[in-house]
């Protein structure tokens, strides 16, 4: 079967670093995606990783290693508004399938 | 600003009724993903079309749900008869084939009582 996992949940303080991992197990593995998505909001594209490295935007930079399976989301100088659910994905060529989320906390 | 748009954007109706839920992807984009989201099950693909035809539908329960596109700027997803347990937020989401990114629409929540 086709599965992803990540922690469900991660408190942290402004101004602090966070990571989230995910490991996945899928046929025909193209990519991993990070998406972000607030309350009541839509999910929204944070990053895509084909090959195994870091992939820095911003604040935010996502990693992959291959023949590990397994990727992270490295969140930086947290902010409030960085409080949200944060889902990995996995890309087979098909369709994504998604990590069950991650829900961050942002403290003060 | 192109974004992809649902409607409706909230809908409550009793067990038994039929359920239309609309989407107009981004224009040019030539895939279109349809997702449930519930607490329980997370985000879980039901449909996706390229080019209007229909790849996979192998996470929609074929009894009661249907996915069409009638034309490129048009998805339609319905639920006959709605349950209770149909209840969730139905999200569409449009790409270009061959590259990662997603753009979801704002969901459409639905009750069903």
């Known amino acids: 079967g086709q599965s992803l996992e990540q922690p469900s949940e991660v408190t942290a303080v402004e101004g602090a670093i966070v990571q989230i991992n995910c490991t996945y197990q899928?046929?025909?593995?193209?990519?991993l995606s990070w998406y972000q998505q607030h309350d009541g909001g839509a999910p929204t594209f944070l990053s895509y990783?084909?090959?195994?490295g870091l992939e820095e935007t911003g604040r935010f930079s996502s990693f992959l290693s291959r023949s590990d399976s397994y990727g992270y989301l490295l969140l930086q100088e947290l902010q409030m508004k960085d409080s949200a659910s944060y889902f990995c994905?996995?890309?087979?060529?098909?369709?994504?399938?998604f990590g069950k989320g991650t829900t961050l906390s942002v403290s003060s | 600003d192109a974004r992809v748009t649902q409607t409706p954007r909230h809908k409550v109706t009793e067990m038994g009724q039929e359920v239309t839920m609309r989407c107009q992807p981004i224009?040019?984009?030539?895939?279109v993903f349809w997702y449930r989201q519930t607490m329980m099950q997370g985000l879980e693909l039901l449909a996706y079309?390229?080019?209007?035809?229909?790849?996979?539908d192998s996470g929609m329960p074929k009894d009661r749900f249907s996915a069409e596109m009638p034309d490129a700027t048009l998805a339609t997803l319905k639920i006959q008869p709605s349950e209770p347990r149909d209840s969730a937020v139905y999200f569409c989401a449009s790409a270009w084939a061959g590259e990662e990114t997603q753009y979801f629409g704002p969901g459409t929540r639905l009750l069903v009582l």
């Open positions: 899928t046929s025909g593995f193209y990519g």
């Open positions: 994905a996995a890309s087979g060529g098909t369709a994504l399938i």
């Open positions: 079309f390229r080019n209007r035809a229909p790849l996979d």
């Open positions: 224009l040019g984009h030539n895939t």
């Open positions: 990783n084909a090959l195994d």
